[in-house]
């Protein structure tokens, strides 16, 4: 797999707030995935995209593809506390083997 | 239906000691992986295997020996544990869908590995 630069590493955002991290490469992705980690937890499979600017959604999430296929973010609309965790993206580059990026922790304060 | 386990999920040993690590899956995928993840570093693949009797080493396999005898294990051995391999060890598996790069990861509840 290539490597991908996940930002930010934390955020603390206000029950309510909106929150959004992104997950960049220096090279062209076949697909990305993400996963969300809560504390103490595992990851857990969220979605995969695949096209050139592909955006998906399911309730609160939005997911996108960048059209270059070099980037892509995931958008929080007005978090919970049951947001919070570790939200990570990975890639494999056309193979079965993802590569993690390092995360965002995602804190939300009541 | 219980998935992907491992055991132990908690182990406590001394350096220089061998440690195993147990996974399972129920599912007959065909992929199985190993990661370990430490703070500021996310998952780090160690191992993973495609079939049984295939290996591979991923981005940090050195201390570690993997074998997959049967499709639904895929132990982890620490042939002689040092302090730097304290940390949480996730066991994943998936099944590829041919057409698609399609490799959803369904990772078991971790072992917290301390080394002292």
């Known amino acids: 797999g290539q490597q991908v630069m996940q930002i930010p590493q934390y955020q603390h955002v206000q029950e309510g707030e909106d929150f959004t991290t992104y997950c960049n490469s220096s090279?062209?992705?076949?697909?990305i995935q993400w996963y969300k980690q809560r504390p103490g937890g595992h990851p857990v499979f969220l979605i995969q995209?695949?096209?050139?600017?592909e955006v998906k959604k399911q309730k609160r999430l939005t997911f996108q593809f960048g059209e270059a296929k070099k980037n892509s973010s995931l958008h929080i609309t007005a978090t919970q506390t049951t947001d919070v965790g570790t939200y990570f993206c990975?890639?494999?580059?056309?193979?079965?083997?993802?590569?993690f990026g390092r995360g965002t922790s995602l804190i939300v304060h009541p | 239906d219980a998935g992907i386990t491992q055991s132990p999920r908690y182990k406590i040993t001394e350096t220089g000691r061998q440690v195993t690590l147990m996974c399972h899956q129920t599912?007959?995928?065909?992929?199985m992986f190993w990661y370990r993840q430490d703070l500021g570093h996310g998952l780090r693949l160690i191992y993973y295997?495609?079939?049984?009797?295939?290996?591979d080493k991923g981005e940090v396999p050195d201390g570690y020996v993997v074998s997959r005898s049967k499709t639904e294990n895929f132990p982890l051995t620490l042939e002689s544990a040092t302090r730097s391999q304290t940390s949480v060890y996730f066991c994943?598996?998936?099944?590829?869908?041919?057409?698609?790069?399609?490799?959803?990861?369904?990772f078991g509840p971790g072992t917290r590995l301390t080394v002292l």
């Open positions: 295997s495609a079939a049984a009797d295939i290996t």
């Open positions: 599912w007959s995928h065909s992929y």
């Open positions: 994943a598996s998936s099944e590829p869908t041919s057409g698609i790069p399609y490799n959803e990861q369904f």
């Open positions: 990975a890639e494999s580059g056309g193979s079965y083997i993802p590569t």
């Open positions: 090279t062209t992705l076949s697909n």
């Open positions: 995209l695949v096209k050139s600017g």
